[in-house]
């Protein structure tokens, strides 16, 4: 996929927020659920008000939520990265399907579970040859927030993604009743607290209740914690 020429960035600081610059809009993005509770699709709220660059909160414990207060300081928040650096391309095994294979880096899952509905897509992919099934297929992959799922299509060797636009969404989780991660998307850059440039992607996670195991990258433990933003 092309970088897009973008100022947008987000600096993971030490022990403390995310630094964010580029004027990115900020908006919560909602998991909407169907009856069984699996995800279908997302709900975007209304825009925050936000400057040119701000502040986001990355240990999770600040008062003023999405924004960072100070708090790490407080709490000794330990914000050390651990996620690896290696690019999306060597993190991620390859299944194979008649006309597309589904490429996945389990290390960056969110627990957005996207990827659950109509026989998950792992067995999606094997049925790719019929038409119905193959859209379902992209558009249970393209959901998935942290990019830990990318659709290939066999005939090109390209990733089939709907390029999104430069933004920030606060995820919020009815079904788990929690928070979840930052959605970062668009390509944004995201610069480690070393100077270090994570690979850009067209969708990528950040953790924001400050427990994940993969920072800054988002692990799923939100759910399991029951953050609340």
């Known amino acids: 996929m092309t970088t897009q020429k973008t100022s947008a960035r987000v600096v993971v600081s030490k022990d403390g927020p995310y630094l964010v610059s580029g004027?990115?809009?900020?908006a919560t993005q909602t998991i909407v659920a169907d009856a069984a509770g699996g995800s279908e699709s997302w709900s975007e709220g209304p825009a925050l008000k936000v400057q040119q660059k701000y502040a986001l909160c990355r240990c999770g414990q600040s008062a003023s939520k999405p924004f960072c207060d100070g708090t790490h300081t407080k709490v000794g928040f330990d914000g050390t990265e651990t996620a690896s650096r290696e690019p999306y391309a060597k993190q991620?095994?390859?299944l194979d399907g008649p006309t597309m294979m589904l490429a996945d880096a389990q290390a960056l899952?969110?627990?957005a579970r996207f990827c659950d509905p109509h026989g998950q897509v792992w067995n999606q992919v094997a049925r790719t040859d019929d038409p119905a099934v193959r859209r379902t297929f992209l558009r249970q992959v393209e959901n998935?927030?942290?990019g830990r799922l990318v659709a290939i299509d066999k005939s090109t060797g390209a990733a089939v993604e709907s390029r999104l636009p430069v933004s920030i969404g606060l995820i919020e989780d009815p079904v788990q009743e929690?928070?979840?991660p930052l959605w970062v998307r668009g390509e944004v850059t995201v610069v480690a607290a070393d100077g270090f440039r994570y690979e850009q992607r067209n969708r990528v996670t950040l953790c924001r209740c400050g427990q994940s195991a993969n920072k800054p990258f988002c692990d799923g433990t939100h759910a399991q914690v029951k953050f609340r933003a």
């Open 23 to 26: 004027g990115i809009p900020l």
């Open 178 to 180: 929690c928070s979840g």
């Open 92 to 94: 991620a095994e390859v």
């Open 109 to 111: 899952c969110a627990f």
């Open 144 to 146: 998935c927030p942290s």
